[in-house]
């Protein structure tokens, strides 16, 4: 007995006389925001997809070219100090730091789901439990609690302890808002039928919530892969970040270190800089497309 959700794009259900696909292009066309954000983000994965095919990433390694050359048709880029091809730098360094976002923002994201979910329906001592734990974090600097866990592992760390780090703190927000959506969503009318029909706690929460709650779900993942990015390149412009990992924060922190910009390098620390306004862009344009489809109002207004 599921309800309908309320989260269902508007193409979901062509109009009699347009197809599916007719559907999902007037979709776009009134909805470009959400086109554009992912053509940008698409564009940054396929640099990590593509880009090793047409660029030697092992040129990304230091001592590989010769050092401090400005871009010319044999370095597009240019290289840094230390002998690095920069666009080898960006090819190798782009799908690192997206990994480092989709792991912390996946985790983030599924601690979030289990404790917002249990929380928003269980209430009780559960939900006391967690509203306590979570309000209390909150208040805690989450910059300066990543930078002493970053700091107390720092030599051995590597991509995937990286993403676990900033993890370590990019669930608080997620099961906040999850939950405050659980409390709303366990009052309606269809809950109450499906409790009626005999359905646990974990049946409704599966069959029932977590299908409603999918388009919100998608923009809380997108907002968790954007904080996580962002903590992520904040640790690595600090030097906390894997020292031997191309990602785009380090190669931040290293062109800081050699003091780039005053010496004039500017092919060092541009690109990464544009590299990461494109990935916000696309992720803030994926969210706030995605609000549509996850906002009940802006889709009847649509």
Known sequence: MAATSIGSPALAEPRPGRTRAQ????????????????????????????????????????????????????????????????????????????????????????????????????????????????????????????????????????????????????????????RAQVLSFRERAYVHMAKLSGMNGIEIIVRELIPNLLPYLAATFVGAVAGAVLASIGLEA?????????????????????NALLRGLWWWWVPPIVIIVCLFTGLFMISAGLDEIANPRRRRAA
């Not at 401090?68 to 190798?92: I, T, Y």
Request: charged share 10%.
């Open 23 to 178: 559907a999902i292009g007037a979709y776009c066309r009134r909805n470009p925001t959400l086109v554009v954000g992912l053509v940008l983000v698409l564009a940054l994965l396929a640099i990590g997809l593509i880009g090793p095919v047409f660029v030697d990433v092992n040129n990304a390694v230091p001592t590989s070219t010769i050092p401090d050359q400005p871009p010319s048709s044999d370095l597009p880029l240019g290289s840094d100090d230390q002998g690095r091809d920069m666009l080898a730098v960006l090819v190798a360094g782009v799908p690192l730091t997206l990994r480092v976002g989709f792991i912390a923002g996946s985790v983030g994201l599924l601690i979030g789901i289990i404790l917002g979910f249990l929380s928003g329906y269980q209430g009780g001592v559960v939900d006391t439990i967690v509203r306590m734990v979570v309000d209390t974090l909150l208040t805690v600097p989450g910059l300066l609690v990543l930078i002493i866990i970053a700091n107390s592992i720092k030599g051995v760390i590597d991509i995937n302890l990286m993403a676990l780090v900033v993890a370590s703190l990019a669930w608080m927000h997620p099961t906040r808002t999850i």
């Open 238 to 258: 600090l030097g906390l970040g894997p020292q031997n990992e191309p990602t785009i924060g380090m190669t931040i922190y290293w062109s800081i270190s050699f």
